[in-house]
């Protein structure tokens, strides 16, 4: 499969600082040791085969985190579940990244967090951020 490129030409649709962003967080990625439990860094990193940034969704009244859970569903054991964080746009480009529109054909709402490099600080603010806006745990939440 060929990597997928965000949408970063002159016709990417800007979006809005209050605009809500839902990230999955996969099974086993949640910190339970700290208060509140926050996702992993790594669930804010870029996938490593296509490298183009952060792949989430936006939150609107046609893409509900349950919407985007279902997507996901495919290929977990039994008894494993996606769980789901919401952030802002705003909340990711105050660490210094930044969201993209990236609609993908069997899904519109696809975007793309990018934009310099994913320090492990960069990450952590974000993952802590993301602590804040918990729509739902991953199942189970760590090992």
């Known amino acids: 499969m060929p990597a997928r490129r965000g949408n970063r030409g002159a016709n990417a649709e800007q979006l809005g600082p209050d605009t809500r962003i839902i990230v999955r967080i996969p099974p086993y990625r949640v ?9 992993q860094t790594d669930c804010f990193k870029p996938h490593k085969r296509t490298d183009t940034g952060v792949s989430a ?15 996901a569903l495919m290929g977990l054991p039994e008894g494993h579940e996606w769980g789901a964080v919401s952030l802002t746009v705003k909340d990711v480009r105050d660490v210094g990244l930044d969201v993209i529109p990236d609609a993908q ?7 793309l ?7 492990d600080s960069r990450k952590k603010k974000l993952a802590k951020k993301a602590a804040e806006g918990w729509y739902k ?4 939440e760590s090992y």
């Open 31 to 39: 910190v339970v040791k700290e208060n509140p439990k926050r996702p």
């Open 57 to 71: 969704d936006i939150w609107c009244d046609n893409n509900t985190p349950e919407n985007t859970i279902d997507r």
């Open 105 to 111: 054909p069997d899904n519109p709402y696809h975007v």
């Open 113 to 119: 967090i990018i934009g310099g490099k994913f320090t």
């Open 137 to 140: 745990m991953p199942v189970p």
